[in-house]
């Protein structure tokens, strides 16, 4: 079960830096409900994955320098994009 609820941190973390809406690694510690250590190994985790990940002091925000190769959420959830109703 703390796999399942690591990757859905990890979704929701990739969401929030492609929209720059992250604010700071105190900010997303609060938001997530862990400490500032586990935000820091999530970055390190989406740069093992592929991702270059920088902090913007002005925006203050994490932001993609490169992308994730792939879509996390895709890998998460296969068949809910797309869907038809």
Sequence with gaps: MKLI???QHLDRLDDLIR?????SSA???ARFGC???TIYNYLKTL???GAEVVYCDKR????????LPG???GLLYPGEAGEEE
């Design 5 to 7: 609820a690591q990757l």
């Design 19 to 23: 929209r720059k809406a992250t604010g």
């Design 27 to 29: 900010q997303l510690a």
């Design 35 to 37: 400490s500032r250590r």
């Design 47 to 49: 740069e093992e994955l």
């Design 60 to 67: 203050r925000s994490y932001y993609y320098e490169t992308p």
């Design 71 to 73: 879509d996390l959420h």
